[in-house]
């Protein structure tokens, strides 16, 4: 079994919110559970701020809040995922970090899609080599990374499904999105990958827009959903679950992924 916990920041608007939320995320690292996952948001070291300057100057926060996900990890031997925006090599990233049980960077996926702030912002998309990568395995659990605007994506989803996943991490930020959306997205990505989608974003006040940071079952039933919360929420799920149906009716059980993998007509459309 595997305790996974999301955390939800609120979005702050004040003077330094980037200051107020990174201090916030380390709090709340150092409560993940002995042996558990971690999953903090989008921007974790420069969460709240859009003007470019700002931006730009927060990058360096990237490097103590690095420091403190391997610590975590290594007293805690838990898995902790943590999105920032870095200067790496001489190029912006968005780059999300898997830490295992050690403290030691198990995998660093390179945001893909990336929308039009993060454009001018000059953030370089994917690998060096030019192909995405977004699967790993740990510790025989089968890990997928999609951040924030790559949910839109069914490229990437196909992709991910082809590999397996058992957990799909999703590092958001979505403030403008629905939250019928955002919770569908979740769902139907879950659903059709046969993996567990453990969320993370930011609070907007509201029920309308953002938040749901959640934790969704391989079926496609949310677990636990924060709302509009601020603060985390866990579950324990056995990370190697999923979900059987029928091959058809009156038929066998049959991996629900690869029920409608089998069914796929590419070259039909």
């Known amino acids: 079994m595997l305790h996974i916990t999301v955390v939800q920041p609120k979005y702050y608007a004040g003077e330094h919110p980037d200051e107020a939320i990174s201090q916030f995320l ?9 042996g558990g996952l971690i999953v903090l948001p989008e921007y974790a070291n420069a969460g ?4 470019r300057e700002r931006l730009l100057a927060a990058l360096p926060r990237a490097e103590q809040m ?7 990890a290594k007293e805690k031997q838990a ?14 990233k968005n780059s999300t970090y898997l830490f295992d049980k050690r403290g030691e960077v198990v995998f660093v996926y ?32 089968r890990f997928a990374f999609m951040t924030c605007y790559d949910v839109y ?3 990437q989803i196909e992709y991910i499904a082809k590999g397996k996943p058992d957990i799909i991490l999703v590092p958001g930020y979505q403030r403008g999105e629905r939250t019928d959306i955002i919770r569908a997205q ?3 990505t879950a659903f059709r990958c046969n993996a567990f989608i453990a969320r993370s974003s930011y609070s907007m006040d509201s029920d309308e827009r953002g938040g749901c940071s959640m934790i969704v079952a391989p079926d496609g039933q949310i677990l636990a959903d924060l709302g509009k919360n601020v603060g985390s929420t866990s579950k324990e799920v056995d990370p190697l679950e999923k979900y059987m149906r029928p091959a058809g009716f009156g038929e066998g059980l049959v991996r629900n992924d690869d029920f409608i993998s089998n069914g796929l007509c590419p070259e039909a459309f």
């Open 26 to 34: 380390l709090s709340e690292l150092t409560k993940v559970p002995t």
């Open 153 to 155: 994506f069914n490229e």
């Open 110 to 141: 390179d945001k893909q899609h990336l929308p039009p702030s993060e454009v001018k912002l000059g953030v370089s998309a994917g690998n060096a080599c030019g192909k995405c990568s977004c699967l790993c395995e740990v510790d025989g659990i």
């Open 66 to 72: 690095l420091a403190k996900s391997a610590e975590v």
């Open 79 to 92: 898995y902790v995922s943590i999105n920032v925006i870095e200067n790496r090599n001489g190029e912006i």
């Open 186 to 188: 979740a769902k139907l």
């Open 48 to 51: 709240g701020l859009s003007d």
